[in-house]
Each structure stands twice: as structure tokens, then as C-alpha cells.
């Protein structure tokens, strides 16, 4: 019987499709942290947001063909906690996310916007590229395809 | 470094800042220069580049400033029509106690619950000499649909159409809704949210009305900006 619920819980464990709330800097630090030696990639989205959308399945390919090359993308999903059940992960299975990502649970949105770049007024769709080292190399509002993506990160990934 | 300025630059939050674009452009130069002349060149190359370095640094901190217009700076005047053809322009609103520019959006779920309570809110404080104006400034968004989303809800405040999203650029717009509340002298006294949420039993902090209530009073606006999450203005440049 123990045996059962510890290998159901592996199970359960194994299954890396999850969506992880965002509660405050700390998780962000992390995250960040987490990330170093690889580029990362941060994306902000919406599942009402039609230009997130649009883009979405482009760094989905992105983060498929670069995730053994150093290259590591973290989606933060700005859609209310609410949805997450309902929508947000729906979509997010449909579209073949198979990794984890993340929703935004801070207490305020400003805490959030202003950790990630102070110059930045929350439109989304909003991306972030930090190179290995961890620092900020770029940011840009609005929805790219996969040539602008896959072109912006290379740049740091050697 | 270079790359890093090509990529401030493709930024679209930059874009339509001349200004900038012009400080960006003479970084370009000075850099090429120098990167052209750093193999060869007199002795005094060794002292002109480094101040040139240092005046590059200053340029460089100056131009990093937040794309969108911050509470103190003052606003150029502008015209924008409404969906009936009537032009509105900022300067004729010297006598109102501010003016209330709102970036808004026909399909924005960010926008649409504010649609509940809007109207009131906007007849409550033109009584208390407020000017509201709503602005599109979504390429993907027409005039006629303007119009008709106006009607529906029963706006009492024009929905000005920012064509090619020239004052949407003058303000450093990026979101919907994003509002900014411009006094009689033009310059900018609250930039931000409405409220903090946009379904009503959530709001807890009335951001829009707070700074309204401290202009009306003659008080100074205690909490000048706000941030919130929004769909991105459709600009007609593409972003």
C-alpha cells in the first residue's frame, strides 16, 4: 500500500507540465538564479492577450530547439488565478508545453513589473533576455516570431 | 556595446522618441570612430577617447530614461477627433481642473469590466469640473467600431482616435488602459491605473479617483504612478 502511494506520487512528480504561482521577488530571484550559465528567456503572457497568443507557439519551438544548447524559457502567465484551471492550462497543454512555467500571484502588479524592469509599464506581450551571466541584455514589448526570437538570444548564447 | 544599443534601439518603447533616436545615432558615430581609429592614430587619441568615452556614459545614461512621460513632465498640445468627427484639442481645456486621457480598447479584456461603472464614475467628477477623454490608439481598431462599442456602453466621454498613435508616442503609451491626468498647465499629475483590479468586488485601492479627489482639493497627488498589466496599444508600426 505504501508502495503504491509513494510510486503514485513519483508518478505525479514526473509529470513536469505544471504551472507554479509567482508570489513575490524572492520567487522571481530563484527563478533567475536557477537560470545562470544558460540564456534565459522570459515571457509575458495572457491567454485573453491575442498578440501572446499568437506568438506563444513560436517560443514553445524556440525553447524545443535550444533547450540543450544552453537556452532556458520561463512563460510567467498574467491571467487570473481563476483562470488557471480553466484556461491557462488547457492552453497551455494544447500547446505542447511539457515544462514548467509559471503565473503571477504577487500581492501587486507593481511589485512585479518594477522587480523585472522599471521602465516597463505592463503591456504584454513583454520578453526579457538575460544572458548566462544573469544581467538583462534586452527587453521589447509586442510579438516577434521565431527568426526575431531565435536571433536576439543567440547573440549571448556563446 | 554596439549590440547593445541596436537592441535599445529595435525596442519599440524607443521608437517615435527622436530625441533619443538622435542621442543613439551620434553613439553610433562616436563609436564607429572610435573602433575605426583604435588600431592606428596620434598620441592624442589616448586622451580624446576616453573623454569621449565619458561623454558617450552621459549621453548613454540620459537616453535610458522611461519611454513614457512621467508625472512633472509637460505634455505638447494635440487634436484628436471623435468617432462623430468632432476635434478635440488639449489646449481648449484650460478652464477644466484636468484632463483625463484614457488609452482604451474595444476588446481589451483589461478594459471591458471597467465598463460597469465607467459611466458613473465619469459623470461624478465632470460635476466636479474633470474633463474624461478616452483614446484609441489600436491600429487593428476602426472608428466604426469605435463608435459602435461607445454607443453600447453608453460612454459620456469621447473615444478620440489617435491615428498612427501619434499621442499614444508623445505620452510613451504602451498599455490599455493606461491613464494619464494633465493639469490646466499641461503637465502630468497622475500616470497609471484606474483602480487595482479590474472587476469591481476586488478593487481595493481606487488609484484614478484618489489622485482626482487630491487635484479637486488643491492638495498635491500622493500616489502620482501606478503600474498594472494590460494588453499592449496596437501601434500602426507594428510593435
Known amino acids: ?158 | 556595446m554596439l549590440e547593445r544599443l541596436n537592441v535599445m534601439y529595435q525596442d519599440s518603447r524607443f521608437r517615435g522618441n527622436y530625441l533619443t533616436e538622435l542621442k543613439l545615432l551620434t553613439i553610433y558615430c562616436i563609436l564607429d570612430y572610435i573602433s575605426k581609429t583604435n588600431e592606428k592614430g596620434p598620441k592624442a587619441m589616448k586622451i580624446i577617447k576616453p573623454l569621449l568615452f565619458l561623454a558617450l556614459l552621459f549621453i548613454g545614461f540620459t537616453s535610458v530614461k522611461s519611454f513614457a512621460s512621467d508625472p512633472g513632465d509637460k505634455v505638447d498640445d494635440f487634436t484628436l477627433k471623435n468617432y462623430d468627427g468632432t476635434a478635440y484639442s488639449l489646449s481648449d481645456m484650460k478652464d477644466s481642473k484636468a484632463v483625463v486621457v484614457m488609452f482604451w480598447s474595444c476588446e481589451c479584456p483589461n478594459v471591458q469590466p471597467y465598463n460597469d461603472r465607467i459611466g458613473d464614475f465619469v459623470k461624478e467628477y465632470q460635476q466636479k469640473g474633470i474633463t474624461f477623454w478616452a483614446i484609441n490608439a489600436n491600429s487593428t481598431e476602426t472608428v466604426e467600431q469605435v463608435s459602435e462599442h461607445a454607443k453600447k456602453n453608453d460612454y459620456p466621454f469621447p473615444v478620440l482616435k489617435d491615428v498612427n498613435n501619434v499621442v499614444a508616442d508623445k505620452l510613451g503609451a504602451t498599455r490599455t488602459p493606461e491613464v494619464y491626468v494633465i493639469g490646466p498647465d499641461k503637465t502630468i499629475l497622475y500616470h497609471g491605473r484606474i483602480s487595482d483590479s479590474k472587476f469591481k468586488e476586488q478593487e481595493t485601492s481606487l488609484d484614478l479617483k484618489n489622485a482626482l479627489d487630491d487635484i479637486i482639493a488643491g492638495r498635491d497627488v500622493a500616489v502620482k504612478t501606478t503600474k498594472s498589466f494590460g494588453c499592449n496599444i496596437k501601434r500602426a508600426q507594428g510593435n
Not at chain 1, 512528480?13 to 537560470?35: F, R, V
Not at chain 1, 509559471?102 to 501587486?108: E, I, L, S
Not at chain 1, 516597463?120 to 516577434?144: C, E, H, N, R, V
Open chain 1, 1 to 158: 500500500m505504501a508502495l503504491a502511494v509513494i510510486l503514485a506520487l513519483a508518478a505525479i512528480n514526473g509529470y513536469s507540465q505544471d504551472i507554479k504561482p509567482l508570489e513575490n521577488t524572492n520567487d522571481l530571484e530563484a527563478i533567475k538564479d536557477g537560470a545562470k550559465g544558460s540564456v534565459l528567456l522570459v515571457n509575458f503572457w495572457a491567454s485573453w492577450c491575442k498578440p501572446c497568443v499568437s506568438e506563444f507557439p513560436e517560443l514553445v519551438k524556440l525553447y524545443k530547439n535550444y533547450k540543450d544548447k544552453g537556452f532556458q524559457l520561463v512563460f510567467i502567465s498574467l491571467d487570473d488565478a481563476t483562470d488557471i484551471d480553466k484556461a491557462v492550462k488547457p492552453f497551455l497543454e494544447k500547446q505542447g508545453v511539457d515544462f514548467t512555467t509559471y503565473y503571477n500571484k504577487f500581492a501587486k502588479p507593481e511589485d512585479l513589473i518594477d522587480y523585472i524592469d522599471k521602465n516597463w509599464q505592463g503591456a504584454i506581450p513583454s520578453t526579457y533576455i538575460y544572458d548566462k551571466s544573469g544581467t538583462m541584455q534586452a527587453g521589447f514589448l509586442g510579438t516577434k516570431n521565431y527568426e526575431q526570437f531565435e536571433s536576439e538570444i543567440s547573440k549571448y548564447l556563446n
